[in-house]
């Protein structure tokens, strides 16, 4: 079992700046990727970014390259993602959740947060 908390969601003016956090517990072991996923009303949730702590590889939406950064600190089992530039489309859900490998697809992962709102707006 594997329980994930997110934080640092708010309210940010656009060009602004939010560092999202989400904590992982349980037996995460054997669950080597962590993935971000954003749900806006009225839109599908789409994968934001995804580390894998088993090679280190990073992915991310072609809509946020160059703006977000996704990192992990192994020592406190937490996954970040910087969100920098920020626009008002990143206005949104955010969750995250694990799996085994990094996928965009939600379905493949079997646990995740309760999410944090993030808003852009002046």
């Known amino acids: 079992q594997v329980q994930l908390v997110e934080s640092g969601g708010g309210l940010v003016q656009p060009g602004g700046s939010l560092r999202l956090s989400c904590a992982a517990s349980?037996?995460?072991?054997?669950?080597?990727?962590i993935g971000w996923f954003r749900q806006a009303p009225g839109k599908e949730r789409e994968g934001v970014s995804c580390?894998?702590?088993?090679?280190?590889?990073?992915y991310y939406l072609d809509s946020v390259k160059g703006r977000f950064t996704i990192s992990r600190d192994s020592a406190k089992n937490t996954v970040y993602l910087q969100m920098d530039s920020l626009k008002p489309e990143d206005t949104a859900a955010y969750y995250c959740a694990a799996t085994y490998y990094c996928s965009a697809y939600p379905a493949v992962y079997e646990y995740w947060g309760q999410g944090t709102q993030v808003t852009v707006s002046s």
């Open positions: 349980g037996t995460t072991l054997n669950y080597h990727a």
């Open positions: 580390i894998s702590s088993s090679d280190g590889s990073t």
